[in-house]
Nanobody, 126 residues
Framework: QVQLIESGGGLVQAGGSLRLSCAAS????????LGWFRQVLGKEREFVAI????????SYADSMKGRFTISRDNLKNTVYLQNDSLKPEDTAVYYC???????????????????WGQGTQVTVSS
């Protein structure tokens, strides 16, 4: 079992920044890829970013490239999502998720992930 708890959400003006954190617990967290998704009420959960076990590789949704940065600290069992140049359309609940392994398109599919956090709200005002 892996437990995930997100934090760091809040209200920010357009152009501003937030850093989201996801604290993971449970055995062998470092064996999991960790990802971020987001969801707007009434819409499907959307892939944001994912990072591999050793942080050697990371992948982003096209709309987040250059603005969001994912990182992880396996000593602290924490994954981060640095959100810069935020836009009103980035407003959503952001979720942390864990998957043992994925490749290519399956990394973007929320249904493939085994564990989820409860989410943290990010609101960007115009």
């Amino acid at each position: 079992q892996v437990q995930l708890i997100e934090s760091g959400g809040g209200l920010v003006q357009a152009g501003g920044s937030l850093r989201l954190s996801c604290a993971a617990s449970g055995r062998t967290v470092s064996d999991y890829y960790l990802g971020w998704f987001r969801q707007v009420l009434g819409k499907e959960r959307e892939f944001v970013a994912i990072i591999s076990w050793s942080a050697a590789t990371a992948s982003y949704a096209d709309s987040m490239k250059g603005r969001f940065t994912i990182s992880r600290d396996n000593l602290k069992n924490t994954v981060y999502l640095q959100n810069d140049s935020l836009k009103p359309e980035d407003t959503a609940v952001y979720y942390c998720a864990a998957i043992r392994y994925c490749s290519g398109y399956e990394c973007y599919q929320s249904t493939k992930y085994q564990y989820w956090g409860q989410g943290t709200q990010v609101t960007v005002s115009s």
